[in-house]
């Protein structure tokens, strides 16, 4: 067990919610009640944020079944990290090849 181990887990609901942010914005606004969509944290954040408890369960020698527990936020983090950025690389792919399309007048 390691130390301030509610604190964090409330780290982690935070990181999730942020990863809902990312995701759904429109939703979390009207959940929330929030005039406007809130903006994310950076990727680069939330690695550093999720990276203070497994380092910390490293640092105390916690049974290795902890550490991967601790762990599995920043794996997460990473297939979502993954996903955007298919489907990111995906519309801008297919809006490049809307752009190349050939338009004939009166057709």
Same mark, same amino acid.
């Given at each position: 067990?390691?130390?301030?181990?509610? @604190?964090? $887990?409330? *780290?982690?609901? !935070?990181?999730? *919610?942020?990863?809902?942010? *990312? !995701?759904?914005?429109?939703?979390? +606004? $009207?959940?929330?009640?929030?005039?406007?969509?809130?903006?994310?944290? #950076?990727?680069?954040?939330? %690695?550093?944020?999720?990276?203070?408890?497994?380092? =910390?369960?490293?640092?105390? %020698? #916690?049974?290795?079944?902890? $550490? *991967?527990?601790?762990? =599995?936020?920043?794996?997460?983090?990473?297939?979502?990290?993954?996903?955007?950025? $298919?489907? /990111? #690389?995906?519309?801008? @792919?297919? #809006? /490049?090849? /809307?752009?190349? +399309?050939?338009?004939? +007048?009166?057709?």
């Amino acid at each position: 067990m390691i130390p301030f181990a509610t @604190g964090f $887990t409330l *780290l982690a609901l !935070f990181i999730h *919610l942020n990863l809902a942010i *990312l !995701f759904h914005p429109d939703d979390v +606004r $009207t959940c929330l009640q929030l005039t406007h969509n809130p903006k994310p944290l #950076s990727y680069g954040m939330l %690695y550093a944020l999720s990276a203070v408890a497994p380092t =910390l369960s490293l640092f105390l %020698y #916690s049974p290795w079944k902890t $550490t *991967l527990w601790w762990l =599995l936020t920043t794996v997460v983090i990473f297939v979502v990290q993954c996903a955007m950025n $298919t489907i /990111e #690389s995906s519309s801008r @792919g297919i #809006s /490049e090849l /809307e752009s190349k +399309r050939y338009v004939f +007048r009166g057709a």
